[in-house]
């Protein structure tokens, strides 16, 4: 069974930091890109980081540039985001999600970890 | 950046009923590079369609994508209660990649 498990969220003070985790099993986490997203009540789905199966190929939303890192040990079986420079507005749940094989789309997804941005 | 614009921002019909849901691109995406996802409240997202218009692993096939260019519609053709939920497209075109602000589709 396809699993992805995040971690490493909580309650953090603006400015602060945290390192999300996502620990993948049940396929050959080497052989996927993958990708993190966040949701926010009232502002839906935002897509925030992509790294290849190799790290080779990264990309950022605008919002996240220069604050948010991706990387991936594939030996590990798991994907990272270090969030620096936190912000009230980064509060949301963080999703892992993997690449479709085939096709562009997010086919599996973790239950997402919680991170909240308050003094 | 693309915007994606998803059309209307909520939708109340009852089941049984066919919910259309749009999602208007801000320039254009190749249809291989858009895709619609599913969110029911306190759930993550599942990937409904592909490609514009390819039904996802265990996806019924009461959901059907279509469109090009900017304009692009998912089709749910008759509601059943697990369908109510938020829907949003997403574009793989060009970086960073974006999603609509959503679709909420409720019980009327």
């Known amino acids: 069974e396809v ?3 995040e971690s490493g ?4 003070q603006p400015g602060g930091s945290l390192r999300l985790s996502c620990a993948a099993s049940g396929f050959s986490f080497s052989s996927y890109s993958m990708n993190w997203v966040r949701w926010a009540p009232g502002k839906g789905l935002e897509w925030l980081s992509y790294i290849s199966t190799s790290s080779r190929t990264i990309y950022y939303a605008d919002s996240v540039k220069g604050r948010f890192t991706i990387s991936r040990h594939n ?33 599996a997804w973790g239950q997402g970890t919680t991170v ?4 | 950046e693309i915007v994606l ?13 066919r ?11 190749s249809s291989i590079y858009l895709v619609w996802y599913q969110q029911k409240p306190g759930q993550a997202p599942r990937l409904l369609i592909y490609g514009a218009s390819s039904r996802a692993t265990g996806i019924a096939d009461r959901f059907s994508g279509s469109g090009s260019g900017t304009d692009f519609t998912l089709t749910i053709s ?29 019980i009327k």
Do not use: H
């Open chain 1, 3 to 5: 699993q992805l498990v």
């Open chain 1, 9 to 12: 969220g909580g309650l953090v």
């Open chain 1, 75 to 107: 030996a590990k079986n798991s994907l990272y985001l270090q969030i620096n420079s936190l912000r009230d507005e980064d509060t949301a749940v963080y999703y892992c999600g993997r690449e479709n094989y085939v096709a562009f789309g997010m086919d």
């Open chain 1, 116 to 119: 909240t941005v308050s003094s």
């Open chain 2, 5 to 17: 614009t998803q059309s209307p921002g909520t939708l109340s019909l009852s089941p049984g009923e």
């Open chain 2, 19 to 29: 919910a259309t849901l749009s999602c208007r691109a801000s320039q254009s995406v």
């Open chain 2, 78 to 106: 008759r509601l059943e209660p697990e369908d109510f939920a938020v829907y949003y497209c997403q574009q793989y075109d060009s970086s960073p990649w974006t999603f609509g602000q959503g679709t909420k589709v409720e």
